[in-house]
T-cell receptor
């Protein structure tokens, strides 16, 4: 298995809702990442997990809460989002260490109404 | 044709021509670079990488050039095909994370 699987593919949520994005990989990668991508913009790093521990939080608002239950799964819990949080949320994984490329999932297209 | 990937520029090329996509990176300490291709509705897909101890690397129909003096990367695609139409991002590895450049949208005209 050489894929990163993200669910759901599309999500519409209200500003008072709580929802979660899920990401799964079975490549034995020990680093996992969340990126946010707005239309016609590059992906922006949000969080980095290394060996299931949060190692990087790029000053992301607390309404985004990541979780790494085990080495294969990565979640992003969403609560009280704003319309400007609408974006494509990408998950990626890589072998731990420098000089390895990331494998990206296809993303979750999130719309906040 | 060629472009400078600073403000999501667009590049249109005829099928069969060669394409050159450019990227300026920001951190002189970055030592590993990747070009990604992103098609509509999909996540970025690895194309080719290069380490800072190299200035050129070739793959199948693609070549990456690295000029560390001016912090510049380029991606050359030979004999561009309609399936090459996508947005292309360069990414630099800084502190064990990849940060993406602005991107260039490539359109191949049949």
């Amino acid at each position: 298995d050489t894929e990163v699987t993200q669910t759901p593919k599309h999500l519409v949520m209200g500003m008072t809702n709580k929802k979660s994005l899920k990401c799964e990989q079975h490549m034995g990668h020990r680093a996992m990442y969340w990126y946010k991508q707005k239309a016609k913009k590059p992906p922006e790093l949000m969080f980095v997990y290394s060996y299931e521990k949060l190692s990087i939080n790029e000053s992301v608002p607390s309404r985004f809460s990541p979780e790494c239950p085990n080495s294969s799964l990565l979640n992003l819990h969403l609560h009280a989002l704003q319309p400007e949080d609408s974006a494509l949320y990408l998950c990626a994984s890589s072998p731990r260490g420098r000089n390895y490329g990331y494998t990206f999932g296809s993303g979750t297209r999130l719309t906040v109404v | 044709g060629e472009s400078v990937g600073l403000h999501l520029p667009t590049l249109s090329v005829q099928e069969g021509d060669n394409s050159i996509i450019n990227c300026a990176y920001s951190n002189s300490a970055s030592d590993y670079f990747i070009w990604y291709k992103q098609e509509s509705g999909k996540g970025p897909q690895f194309i080719i990488d290069i380490r800072s101890n190299m200035d050129k690397r070739q793959g199948q129909r693609v070549t990456v050039l690295l000029n560390k003096t001016v912090k510049h990367l380029s991606l050359q695609i030979a004999a561009t095909q309609p399936g090459d139409s996508a947005v292309y991002f360069c990414a630099e590895n800084t502190g064990n994370q990849f940060y993406f450049g602005t991107g260039t949208s490539l359109t191949v005209i049949p």
